[in-house]
């Protein structure tokens, strides 16, 4: 079968290799039908990704349930499933605490831009054969927004979120946003994408550009500033503003990690009296997926309109580059 994986820095290549069969009872081996392009196979990509090459890549699968195992019960072949597709140890400090997006002891790196993945059951989700696959792949970021708004704390509704960057990620943030009644604004510098945010009906989208987001935010909030503040794009400067534009006992996330790494500036009195919380947020646990396999399956959140470009897997080059050029919005590969 074909499978690609990344060779070297900017070499991704699609390769011939043995098409994975069931090894344990418990396997599941699945056609991929789709497969989303995410940061971190684009910093594999540009070789910010310390390992040993060749590299696997593709982590946000859906597809067709081929083949099973004889202990494998909750899904059978011909099932449409969604994969989560980072295997966790389920015993080391992290997965015992029920914080298994931290585990210290993933598996190794999964290969979803392949033909066919195989996968232990309990990473397998069946899902609605009336849903798009291409949609379907968009659990697992999604399950990573879900993450970082389980982190934010109460909010209540009509609050308020500022979420920085609308690309594939803060879009599905204003979904999400939406979906649980909060107020949304959005601040983004390219064109498409500021189009984009207001498509997906952000209450107001900001041009640091051309607007003065920090009095624009002040405006809107009636001088409190947001409950809440996503940065899906983190410099200095909108970190910095984050920390002037989040109200009292607001929540700042930083979701997006930055390669190569930066130092920004912080004032502790601020965090001090306004009792701000800066939060960081890594991947997903086992239950924020099945909440976004529950959001996404139930119709609760529609993201197919912020899929920009599907591409084949043997472009898989192309969806790299198409990714990291963010002409787009999210890229998905199709065998
Ligand atoms: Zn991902
Ligand atoms: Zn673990």
């Given at each position: 079968?074909?499978?690609?994986?990344?060779?070297?820095?900017?070499?991704?290549?699609?390769?011939?290799?043995?098409?994975?069969?069931?090894?344990?009872?418990?396997?599941?081996?699945?056609?991929?039908?789709?497969?989303?392009?995410?940061p971190f196979?684009l910093r594999i990509?540009l070789g910010l990704f310390k390992?040993?090459?060749?590299?696997?890549?593709?982590?946000?699968?859906?597809?067709?349930?081929?083949?099973?195992?004889?202990?494998?019960?909750?899904?059978?072949?011909?099932?449409?499933?969604?994969?989560?597709?980072?295997?966790?140890?389920?015993?080391?400090?992290?997965?015992?605490?029920?914080?298994?997006?931290?585990?210290?002891?993933?598996?190794?790196?999964?290969?979803?831009?392949?033909?066919?993945?195989?996968?232990?059951?309990?990473?397998?989700?069946?899902?609605?054969?009336?849903?798009?696959?291409?949609?379907?792949?968009?659990?697992?970021?999604?399950?990573c927004?879900?993450?970082a708004?389980?982190?934010?704390?109460?909010?209540?509704?009509?609050?308020?979120?500022h979420i920085i960057g609308?690309g594939?990620i803060g879009?599905?943030?204003?979904?999400?946003?939406?979906?649980?009644?909060?107020?949304?604004?959005?601040s983004e510098v390219l064109?498409?994408?500021?189009?984009?945010?207001?498509?997906?009906?952000?209450?107001?989208?900001?041009?640091p550009k051309?607007?003065?987001v920090e009095?624009?935010?002040?405006?809107?909030?009636?001088?409190?500033?947001?409950?809440?503040t996503v940065l899906t794009a983190t410099t200095k400067e909108t970190f910095s503003l984050a920390l002037r534009t989040t109200?009292?006992?607001?929540t700042v996330l930083l979701f997006a990690a930055r390669y190569p790494s930066i130092t920004v500036e912080l004032d502790p009195?601020i965090v001090?009296?306004?009792?701000l919380k800066i939060i960081g947020v890594e991947g997903?646990?086992?239950?924020?997926?099945?909440?976004?396999?529950?959001?996404?399956?139930?119709?609760?959140?529609?993201?197919?309109?912020?899929?920009?470009?599907?591409?084949?897997?043997?472009?898989?080059?192309?969806?790299?580059?198409?990714?990291l050029?963010r002409?787009?919005?999210?890229?998905?590969?199709?065998?």
């Amino acid at each position: 079968m074909k499978a690609a994986y990344v060779f070297g820095p900017r070499d991704v290549r699609v390769v011939e290799v043995p098409k994975p069969a069931i090894q344990r009872p418990d396997d599941v081996v699945v056609k991929v039908k789709a497969c989303g392009v995410c940061p971190f196979d684009l910093r594999i990509y540009l070789g910010l990704f310390k390992g040993k090459y060749p590299i696997p890549v593709g982590h946000e699968v859906a597809g067709i349930v081929e083949e099973v195992g004889k202990d494998v019960t909750h899904v059978s072949p011909g099932d449409v499933v969604i994969l989560d597709a980072m295997i966790r140890c389920g015993v080391c400090r992290y997965c015992r605490r029920g914080l298994d997006n931290l585990c210290e002891r993933k598996g190794p790196l999964p290969n979803g831009f392949a033909e066919y993945i195989r996968i232990p059951s309990r990473y397998v989700y069946k899902a609605s054969k009336t849903i798009d696959f291409i949609e379907l792949a968009l659990c697992e970021p999604l399950a990573c927004c879900v993450n970082a708004v389980e982190k934010a704390g109460e909010l209540l509704p009509g609050d308020i979120v500022h979420i920085i960057g609308a690309g594939p990620i803060g879009l599905m943030f204003l979904k999400l946003f939406k979906f649980m009644g909060l107020r949304t604004i959005v601040s983004e510098v390219l064109e498409h994408r500021i189009r984009a945010a207001e498509r997906c009906g952000a209450d107001l989208v900001l041009n640091p550009k051309a607007d003065n987001v920090e009095k624009e935010i002040l405006g809107f909030t009636q001088g409190y500033g947001v409950d809440v503040t996503v940065l899906t794009a983190t410099t200095k400067e909108t970190f910095s503003l984050a920390l002037r534009t989040t109200a009292k006992a607001g929540t700042v996330l930083l979701f997006a990690a930055r390669y190569p790494s930066i130092t920004v500036e912080l004032d502790p009195n601020i965090v001090h009296f306004k009792e701000l919380k800066i939060i960081g947020v890594e991947g997903r646990t086992t239950k924020q997926f099945y909440k976004a396999f529950r959001l996404i399956t139930t119709r609760a959140v529609v993201l197919r309109d912020i899929v920009s470009h599907v591409l084949r897997l043997d472009e898989i080059k192309e969806a790299f580059e198409t990714a990291l050029a963010r002409e787009g919005l999210k890229v998905v590969v199709t065998p």
